[in-house]
């Protein structure tokens, strides 16, 4: 239970601090992000839906998915979609390791 609260931190400090100074925070800690594969599932019902041009400004992303349906609780509304899309991110590590 004790990570139930910092969930709510990034709602808190849209609504309270403005959505540019958090966008701003969160791009502090992934600067150092840029070495480490990622990918990205973006669900049409979904809360936010970043332009994949700024994503790649602070990720090194390997895997873009545009899903067919689901929202902002994809793992509840369409689970074999999201493990499919996983799975296939992490297919070609497996092999490499």
Known sequence: MASFGPTFQPYHDVMNAGGMR??????????GSAQTPA???????DLSHPPRRWAERFFN??????????????????PDLLVQDLREFFRPFRRAG
């Open 22 to 31: 958090w966008m701003k925070e969160v791009a502090k800690q992934w600067l």
């Open 39 to 45: 990918a990205f599932a973006n669900f049409p019902k």
């Open 61 to 78: 992303v390997q895997r873009w998915t545009d899903m067919p349906r689901g929202g902002h609780f994809a793992a509840l509304e369409v």
